[in-house]
């Protein structure tokens, strides 16, 4: 007897021990709050491959609205990335929607409410992804004080910052997960100056601690002289002007043609403007459709001399209204060309400005039509109309201040600190060239470690990259525009859940 108790007396204990490790697996999977628990989407009458999250983070009166999709992969493994798509004033379900979110959305009918299907190349399916609607007055986040719509780059990446710490601590279990910082166009401001207050917070001490790895940017602005300066070497590399144009504008402006305020420079630089008159910025390879006053397409595409080739030609008046475009297969991003310190004019006022209905090459209807869907905002557990006001694509209920200057210095800090980044163009963009980001990333003076060359995706060359030491790597994306995951979903995918995993790509 006395010998079998021993045994017996040990297998309560490991029985407890097996409940103990079984529970904590439970708590690791759902630990997140059940309150948050996204359990179906008008629109989507599949399972979910993975678990979707969404809700308010509140920071003071600011009320930020977050969706979180975690990763189909192994989310206790996989990386948390954090979306922001960029405006300023554009919401992140951009990125959701017509990018790299969880479903492919598809209007059959006009006035109907979009179907949704499965998206065979969401980010999702390598990491678990973050998206936030920032700043407040952006999307669905929005404040109960109206004087917080004014804001800037620095106060922007501070609430984004307390959001991010405030969000942790309501899912815990991916605090240890590897953390990054993603985003395109004016999340090229956005990005690394949150990864600057991350980075900052982390070496304070400030808890809880992110586990932030790396960042990475899509045509992104960055520089106002790198990025003003890239569009004419753009249009001349790809055939938008003759020799005489370009040669013109560098004899009479030089390379900085962006400061110049001398006629001759000017007039060579509207010959160059009207070459690319009629031409989808955000993607020269596809069409732009202008509509007529009743909104119907046309064939016929009325050439504008008026493309602008710094922003702040934007807040001019031009001589002709541009025409409502719409790009064949979707919708095209709402920024053009570089920032200049100071207030930034925001997109529905730029549309303003031209006496257009809306912004060049800019349609949202699918996302629109779902995202102010009553049943859609209850199942995402975003605030009524009367509350949060309607969704936009792009707001002007803020006042927005770029008073972050040059990023350049925000990219020299965070890579020579450890942090891993990739600066990723669509290499037929015109909004934001990637000639513009070749530079400035050159710029910096590092060493070259994998000198330019091309990288596959199905056995085909998808785009270029160089690499540099501090872990920073440049990349493009062949045939893609501004909003590279849209017009290159594989790809896409393919670079990035590389590049996440730390292997060549």
């Given at each position: 007897?006395?010998?079998?108790?021993?045994?017996?007396?040990?297998?309560?204990?490991?029985?407890?021990?097996?409940?103990?490790?079984?529970?904590?697996?439970?708590?690791?999977?759902?630990?997140?709050?059940?309150?948050?628990?996204?359990?179906?989407?008008?629109?989507?009458?599949?399972?979910?491959?993975?678990?979707?999250?969404?809700?308010?983070?509140?920071?003071?009166?600011?009320?930020?609205?977050?969706?979180?999709?975690?990763?189909?992969?192994?989310?206790?493994?996989?990386?948390?990335?954090?979306?922001?798509?960029?405006?300023?004033?554009?919401?992140?379900?951009?990125?959701?929607?017509?990018?790299?979110?969880?479903?492919?959305?598809?209007?059959?009918?006009?006035?109907?409410?979009?179907?949704?299907?499965?998206?065979?190349?969401?980010?999702?399916?390598?990491?678990?992804?973050?998206?936030?609607?920032?700043?407040?007055?952006?999307?669905?986040?929005?404040?109960?004080?109206?004087?917080?719509?004014?804001?800037?780059?620095?106060?922007?990446?501070?609430?984004?910052?307390?959001?991010?710490?405030?969000?942790?601590?309501?899912?815990?279990?991916?605090?240890?997960?590897?953390?990054?910082?993603?985003?395109?166009?004016?999340?090229?401001?956005?990005?690394?100056?949150?990864?600057?207050?991350?980075?900052?917070?982390?070496?304070?001490?400030?808890?809880?601690?992110?586990?932030?790895?790396?960042?990475?940017?899509?045509?992104?602005?960055?520089?106002?002289?790198?990025?003003?300066?890239?569009?004419?070497?753009?249009?001349?590399?790809?055939?938008?002007?003759?020799?005489?144009?370009?040669?013109?504008?560098?004899?009479?402006?030089?390379?900085?043609?962006?400061?110049?305020?001398?006629?001759?420079?000017?007039?060579?630089?509207?010959?160059?403007?009207?070459?690319?008159?009629?031409?989808?910025?955000?993607?020269?390879?596809?069409?732009?459709?202008?509509?007529?006053?009743?909104?119907?397409?046309?064939?016929?595409?009325?050439?504008?001399?008026?493309?602008?080739?710094?922003?702040?030609?934007?807040?001019?008046?031009?001589?002709?209204?541009?025409?409502?475009?719409?790009?064949?297969?979707?919708?095209?991003?709402?920024?053009?060309?570089?920032?200049?310190?100071?207030?930034?004019?925001?997109?529905?006022?730029?549309?303003?400005?031209?006496?257009?209905?809306?912004?060049?090459?800019?349609?949202?209807?699918?996302?629109?039509?779902?995202?102010?869907?009553?049943?859609?905002?209850?199942?995402?557990?975003?605030?009524?109309?009367?509350?949060?006001?309607?969704?936009?694509?792009?707001?002007?209920?803020?006042?927005?201040?770029?008073?972050?200057?040059?990023?350049?210095?925000?990219?020299?800090?965070?890579?020579?600190?450890?942090?891993?980044?990739?600066?990723?163009?669509?290499?037929?963009?015109?909004?934001?060239?990637?000639?513009?980001?070749?530079?400035?990333?050159?710029?910096?003076?590092?060493?070259?470690?994998?000198?330019?060359?091309?990288?596959?995706?199905?056995?085909?060359?998808?785009?270029?990259?160089?690499?540099?030491?501090?872990?920073?790597?440049?990349?493009?994306?062949?045939?893609?525009?501004?909003?590279?995951?849209?017009y290159k979903p594989r790809e896409a995918l393919d670079f990035y859940s590389r590049w996440l995993a730390g292997k060549p790509i």
């Amino acid at each position: 007897m006395a010998g079998m108790a021993r045994p017996l007396a040990t297998i309560p204990t490991c029985f407890s021990i097996i409940i103990i490790c079984l529970s904590l697996i439970t708590m690791r999977i759902e630990a997140a709050p059940q309150g948050s628990l996204v359990t179906q989407l008008p629109g989507f009458n599949g399972t979910f491959p993975s678990s979707h999250y969404s809700g308010y983070v509140s920071i003071g009166s600011k009320k930020l609205f977050y969706y979180f999709v975690v990763s189909e992969g192994s989310p206790a493994d996989d990386p948390v990335v954090l979306w922001l798509n960029g405006g300023p004033g554009c919401s992140s379900f951009d990125g959701f929607v017509y990018e790299h979110g969880p479903f492919n959305f598809e209007q059959k009918s006009k006035g109907a409410l979009p179907t949704l299907q499965l998206n065979p190349y969401s980010w999702s399916k390598v990491s678990n992804m973050l998206y936030l609607d920032s700043p407040a007055g952006v999307g669905f986040s929005y404040s109960e004080d109206p004087s917080q719509y004014v804001t800037g780059d620095l106060q922007t990446a501070a609430d984004t910052h307390a959001f991010l710490l405030s969000w942790f601590k309501q899912y815990p279990e991916f605090l240890s997960n590897p953390f990054y910082i993603s985003g395109e166009s004016y999340a090229g401001v956005y990005v690394p100056t949150l990864a600057f207050q991350v980075a900052t917070g982390i070496q304070n001490g400030t808890k809880p601690v992110v586990n932030l790895k790396g960042y990475m940017v899509g045509n992104g602005v960055t520089d106002r002289n790198f990025d003003d300066n890239a569009l004419v070497p753009f249009a001349h590399g790809m055939a938008l002007i003759s020799d005489q144009i370009y040669e013109g504008v560098i004899e009479e402006c030089g390379i900085n043609y962006s400061n110049s305020s001398s006629p001759k420079c000017n007039e060579k630089l509207n010959l160059a403007r009207e070459a690319l008159g009629g031409l989808n910025i955000y993607n020269i390879l596809e069409p732009c459709y202008h509509g007529t006053e009743s909104g119907n397409d046309t064939s016929t595409t009325t050439k504008s001399s008026n493309l602008p080739l710094s922003f702040q030609q934007l807040g001019k008046s031009p001589e002709k209204p541009l025409g409502v475009r719409k790009r064949m297969f979707g919708r095209a991003w709402p920024y053009q060309m570089s920032v200049e310190d100071g207030l930034v004019p925001l997109w529905p006022q730029l549309a303003a400005k031209s006496n257009s209905r809306t912004v060049p090459c800019f349609n949202d209807e699918v996302a629109t039509k779902w995202l102010n869907d009553p049943a859609v905002r209850e199942a995402i557990h975003a605030k009524p109309a009367s509350v949060s006001g309607p969704w936009e694509l792009c707001s002007d209920r803020i006042s927005y201040d770029h008073d972050a200057g040059s990023m350049i210095p925000y990219h020299r800090n965070l890579t020579t600190k450890g942090y891993k980044a990739i600066i990723f163009s669509g290499d037929h963009d015109m909004c934001v060239p990637y000639t513009g980001s070749q530079a400035w990333t050159s710029s910096l003076g590092y060493k070259v470690i994998d000198q330019w060359r091309s990288w596959l995706s199905n056995d085909q060359v998808a785009g270029y990259l160089q690499a540099y030491e501090n872990d920073l790597t440049f990349l493009t994306v062949k045939g893609a525009g501004h909003t590279v995951p849209e017009y290159k979903p594989r790809e896409a995918l393919d670079f990035y859940s590389r590049w996440l995993a730390g292997k060549p790509i």
